[in-house]
């Protein structure tokens, strides 16, 4: 509830048409469904511009159910559930219209048939191992309305495939770099392009990779400017961060 | 050296105005002045749009000097000097025009009167420790142009201080997040606005926040979306990408 | 054996009521029952106001039939058993009555009717996937006397729906914060009530979150007075000290 | 603001003996003075039941004076002010009344004369070295008014030298249990008493305690049912969540 | 190949009983078997006292079937095999006499029938999901000719269970302290024996026990002398250690 | 692309005899196939002196195919597959030629019937645990061309088995020490050796080796001179390096 | 107060002769002198076989004085004082007779003038940088009566040196294997003896030794019987250990 | 001793002309000279091919001289002291001609006026920063006798001044790669040329870099292959394994 809203909702008071106990319950009740285990912040479009995404990771299939039967009814469209398992996702397309990708594990529910997409992302990646968080990066961008360009295994060991593609890459308005072992990419492309980098750790490799953390600890130590980082495989935060800065409009003055 | 120029440097060798050993030795020679132990990168405004930023720390007074020479020479100002200790800020200002900032370790060589800043950086921090962390984001926001809002003190244990400026925080372009300790500021001011938010862990603290650490995971596993993180301390690195998303340009389509 | 017991013990003795074979005999046999592998502590009522629980994991079904046994020959009833496996729970619910909860893993032997239940103790979690911990720690409570209000999926990230029910958190004797991912809740309602607030990392997330250490690092370094924190998902200690400072008698002078 | 503050409010602008413009003023403006630097939470007694305390670390002796300043004209005493170093508390003293004890390096400005201490809290530590830690848990604990009994040097490792003070233990309301090196003492107190138990690990100790590590983490897997944990040498958050629980009335029903 | 033999062997070089080449060959190869995948060590029990023991641990049955088959040929019985899956012991007692204990997973090959025991060992643990390791501790230990003195679930929680045996615990010889969580026995039983005790921490626990950690560390900083550790469930170590010092000869002079 | 290709290249656009366009075009096409989800790197054996190497983990059969197929068109024998797990080696050898070795999970496709194996590398490990990495690491050295001479379970705590083979050791021009647990066997070997010895810390271990970490640890902190370290279980890294140093030509002056 | 004393106290308490309130108090009061900060314990002597020693690391000198005194009016000479730094050493030796050793930090307090020494205890360490922690351990073993053997910078890249002294190290009851870097002196000697050997990780090194945790884990690896470890640069406790196992007296049965 | 030393020796015991005792003492003291507190080892020039080298740091004054004087009276010259602080090297240059190189603390005793160096060896580092640690790597190779590339800032946000230095990268025998912060450049190397890459992680960085270990994993974890690791900022350490591989005989055959 932000500050127009509270000057409204007093001012209904003020001239009667309100009660300061409807008033009290409205400020408290408002924004979200109560489902026990969850609350459906509905609210979350007009305070973020984005609805809200579920998180299939730890939740049954019942639960799942419950707060996309909230979001459909609301009127909620192309519904994201990400890290949702290949047998909640069978079950949940037998209720449910759902596009599921089996890499990335990730739905769109009730999806739209055509998304007009803008822009450019660009999703690049180290080596075919770290395709699926890619996957889960490109289509939350594209979800979201942003084209994406996919450009894979082009890791640092071989420059020549990355500067191949100098061109898609420098015009980019965001760039997600996805890598595993050594975490590299993000501080070569970082010293490429003139736009944002979101650098996403993987926990592809073995040994002192420790599941990402030498990803990790490498883009966050980048020397490349305009680079920050997401948690390790977390494809979904970094697409819709793309997605975010890729469609926002030019600052005006 | 993008397409554009490859190109047109094969063109003038292929119409004879370039001999090969001369194209040869530009594609080599020319991105960058050698000063031994440095290699000062005057392409770097054109490939990135920001000019080189030196890194105060572990230089002496001299390589800094033959660099702000370099730079000087080629036309540069408004040229920033992060991590730089106040003594060599001292010797640095007997050669140099410099504005020092001695909570933040920052110095402005050769500074521009008036600067036009435009658009809206929000820095906002937990407590009163984290201040010369938020200054530096502020001041390196500011040299690139960005009109910066300063919100100190709001850590989430009283939550109506950052409440009391939603207005500010909801109008921003982008929010950089300075908190040390347990470092929840990030996701909750990543649930009340719509866009980026850049969270700086700081080492602020004591025991178990293990110099930064406790902040730096809290902010990587944040469950507000649009959140990315930098590294512990790095003002400068959160000022400069909040500043290249608030000046971005809007997506045309 | 307390200061009293010994006293009283000593002045039989010299009294010739005991003698001291029996004495030393006394002091050193009775608090508990030898199993070979558990020794069953039928004092621990006594000296610490609580009688056994039974820790499941790591024990066979027999050795927890043994304890089970020997406690409720001494009396006793509602008896916990945490982390106990459902197929255990099968197994032992052939011998003894058995209120088992899936979720959450715990059962209550040979389960009381009708408890008496007093004060208020909040439990409140971040997200859907902390609701187990929840659940053992509510349920713990509830065996120990305390009344329960369960608060789920109020994260930081939305904050209206935490505050929206700010009048049961204000009015709670002790509240049960469980967070995994950044851990922010408890700083959050630590700064909102004026009771103890403990504090439960959960080992929910993935990437950086460590199996809860950024959770555990975030409570630990909470910046509101008055947190305390207990070990990544237990929520049976948080539901056990919740409950003893619920039901404390208030100081007298 | 809490619901009855909100509702009267509300109700002031129905009855039209405030403007809405002013409610919404007053609900933003009020519970803290803004300083620039610190904004000082003058409403935090009324919302926690005790007044704000000065974390003195990283603050500058202006930045203290400033604060102390505003709490003392919102017409506070009895002020807490930790981790402030000598030198400071030397400059403090200047133009404030001021108790400083230089071991615990806590601060006590505006000194009340003669506390009401009431109930138990027993401060305990396991070696000589701790006694800061204790000292600043101890002196927190008395000034809000809570009644201390110190128990120093009553390692493990001599168990006859704790047993010997059974009788102050086993009558305390809260127990601050403070140990370095692999700081057992919380569970074998923990397993002695039947009120809380918060621990403290120390940082003393050298090798693998690794600033307290191993202290930290040997209590947060105590054993032993009614122990928490608060941040490596946290004595203030100890004898703050002590004295709270140490001072709370007894349930009703 | 100790002085003596270097010097026996030279001497027969010199009176022309054994040629250089025979004699470098000695040198070289007597002290072991070449298996290819494994050198079976005839000469420890000469060096070390003890016979070769066999991990069983990332071995197949046919390597282990090989080694066995290598020193019953040349003598050995008692054999210990230590972390022996029970799939394989079921393969191996097929070919070879075989006790084998289920619980510590370790088997004696061509078992001795009556073994002569000596001294005392107490093997001593926190809680019943610590008799796996206790038993592999003492197993060991028996195999090896020490009489062993169990006493299991004796934590530190519960001091009165530990007490009621100190005569057992005060007159051993060498004792093992088994525990994981917060490893706090292994301090406890070194302030009331006066001879060494062998810390093992074990795996057992959750969350910030870290697979043993959390007991490693606080053990490593007992502060309890006499206190040395080996690694985590490394219950053989221990019990190996603990005979050798049960069953050493006095110091003569 | 180095600089004599890229003087013959810009010679020939300007003899006219290649376009501009097509040079560009040249500059970046070349050096790989773009398979979609893996770019194979043919330039990669003149780039660097040995062909690509397909790693196996994280790649379906359908992606392995894919560039086999690829690199067998291109001409390329004696293909390296590594960490390739047996269900994808029996689905690869129904279509291609391929050599499995089950303990190392690495394959050879269109194998070489008789390779010419020059020099001497030596493969040593300290138990037999730790063969699977060894000959990943001697396959590995085999297939590019170098003699290998195997030495296993020759841990430190036996010196008389690595002694023995004292005169093999001497006459290697490298030497690949593999150890788990403590990992001192590189050092042993270093100081034994005067070639370049390589260690690789491999997971074989349980407890405080936390995976390889503490051989990892042990390695970088050897006191030998010329021992260098790869990753943990990187038998493959191991063997490459080992072979790059065993086949170099002698410095020439 | 063990078994004995127990019963004797009771059947005192029995006879008529103690009356129960002295009996109480004696159990309770006997075996330490309180100081305030710290608590003498008188006992540990009877207990344990060895007196108290003072551990100096933050000890005040007014501290460590109170302690000496209550020590030497009880009788003790030969009182150690480990971790002293040389001012507090030099302001001590101003009141008492002190023995002190500059390279380990360790003092003597009222040295007996000729100790017998009995049996043999080895002292070894890797490098030079080592020698303060072995000689914190051979002057430890000294006072409490133990003959040393030190042998100094016999690290394993040199293997020659420690073999040369194989006579020395066989015919040792204990040896303590000091070392700092990849710490594998002690797997080393514990292939080479039959008697227990006691690791001490040394915070000698630089980069990824991690102040000892390389060494650490290193010994706690340790593939040879019979090795246990104590904490980073714990001299005297591995000597206390050492000569505690070199006085034992034999098994008798 | 290897075994055409031992044949020769026994044969000589054979034929008389050695006896028994002698023999044994010299296979036991011959190899190096013992100063107490070090055992010089003159042997290390024939085992390895290298002298010895002192490592300075934790050396006193006197120690150095005493090591420097043994290794000059037995004939060494251009003995290299690394970590050499400046007052120890001032000290000893009184006594011994010294080159004494500040930046990277090593110095050269009894230097060689004319080397004679061969072959290439390319020292080449990401910054600045981290030349102290190049040159301590290029001083030793050079003393050992390689011919020294030194190339400096040439770090992976830059690429263009890396490659433009392709020509002496790709002729260079064995690179060391010396990087903090992120360590991207041992893999951008390592993917550019057919020879050794030894990577050397350096302590420069702030924040997450976490002392080098950031570097260091990303280095363990190069996806290139070719690349060892040493320990972090030990340059001397790989330029040893730099100037060893360079200088290797061919192999013949």
Redesign the interface.
């Known amino acids: ?3 127009t809203e ?2 409204n909702l ?2 209904a ?2 001239s ?1 048409s309100v ?3 409807a ?2 319950a409205q ?3 408002a ?2 469904e109560e489902l ?4 459906v ?1 509905h ?2 479009a007009v ?4 609805q809200e ?1 579920i ?1 299939g ?3 049954t299939v019942e ?1 799942i159910e419950g707060i996309l039967t909230s979001m459909l009814e609301s009127g909620c469209r192309d519904i994201l559930i990400t ?1 949702l398992q290949p047998e909640k996702a069978t079950a949940l397309s037998e209720k449910f219209e759902l596009e599921y990708n089996e890499l990335a594990h990730i739905a769109i529910a009730a999806p739209v048939k055509e998304r007009k997409l ?2 450019s992302v660009v999703v690049a990646c ?4 770290d ?1 699926p968080v890619c996957e889960e990066a490109a289509i939350t961008a594209e979800v979201l309305g942003s084209r994406v360009h996919r450009m ?10 990355l ?2 593609q ?2 898609v890459l ?1 015009t980019a ?1 965001a760039v997600v770099a996805v890598a ?5 990419l993000a ?2 492309i ?7 980098v ?1 650098a996403v ?1 993987t ?32 494809g979904f ?2 697409g ?2 793309a997605s ?8 005006r ?1």
């Open positions: 509830m932000d500050k509270l000057m007093l001012r008071v003020e009667g009660t300061p106990e008033a009290a400020i408290k009740a924004p979200f026990g285990y969850a609350k912040d609210h979350r305070r973020q511009g984005v995404v998180y990771q730890g939740k639960q890290r803008v822009g180290g080596g075919t191992s395709i894979y295994d082009v890791g640092v060991s071989g420059l020549h495939r500067l191949s100098l061109d420098t308005r595993g072992m050594e975490g590299a501080s070569v970082g010293g490429l392009v003139d736009c944002p979101i750790p926990s592809v490799g073995y040994g002192a990779s420790f599941g990402g953390v030498a990803a990790l600890l490498a883009m966050l130590n980048s020397c490349a400017s305009g680079v920050s980082v997401v948690n390790i495989d977390n935060g970094a819709y961060l975010m800065i890729n469609k926002a409009e030019g600052v003055e």
